[in-house]
């Protein structure tokens, strides 16, 4: 018998694997980890209720949510730009996920920095804070105005995590970007600008001396197994080291709704992966 998985939450402590019911399991650099996956991925329901079906959710998509509750879920979303009489304060941010890559984004004040960390991004800095609506219009000057993106693909912040710049390259590359984002006047007088300082998040990560992932899990299947070491952990991803020795990553955005029970960390992997060069692999070459 297993636990259902909720997914990666980032807390002051660091990353967490949450399971439905509110248990939590450390995730910490360097702990042998090994699940394995039972029955079928369930919907995990929508706004903190279950979903009434128990839907079924196809196994290698990052929403674990059926048609009807993934609807329900966006109606009320900052990200759909459905929620625009939300009263709290609101904050601008740019986040830095390796060389090139620079992205803007919002988040709610009351979360400190846990959007960031859930992003992966390895260096941010705030850029202003205000009202909702302020720091929508706020994102969309830097991102037409100075052709910063709001989206970074995954697969983009995966290669980049291995062999990083030295942190003071990571944040004059943010930092550059700062300057043009508060040369753009027009949105000071609705959103308070706030001055740069950079925060890193590659020690918290575990991302110093990091190999270069040779594959990522696909999706779970019944009786799959993922196991091996952590070598890092940041925004959903878990980078693990297998007992052949290559670097697999598992985004846990892909476990969510599935029963895991445990399996022994050097145990071989056994669920399809894909090669970060593209090319698909069967189960068991790890």
Known sequence: MGWRCAGVRWGKDGAVLRWEGGRESALGVGRALGFRAVGERRCVGARGHACARRAVVAAGVTNPRCGECARLERAHSVAADTAVDDPRTYRVYLAWFGPGMVKVGITAEERGSARLLEQGAVVFSWLGRGPLMAARRTEEVVRAA?????????????????????????????????????????????????????????EVFGLQGLAPADAVVRELVDGGVVAGTLAAVAGPDLHLETVGGSMVVCDTRVAVGWELAGADARSALTVPVESTGGQDRQEGLF
């Open 146 to 202: 100075l052709g910063v993106p709001d989206r970074i693909p995954y697969a983009a912040k995966r290669a980049a995590r291995a062999g990083l710049p030295p942190a003071p390259e990571r944040a004059a590359e943010v930092a550059a970007v700062h300057r043009r984002a508060r040369g753009r006047r027009e949105w000071a007088d609705t959103l308070q600008p706030l001055e740069f300082e950079a925060v890193d998040h590659a």
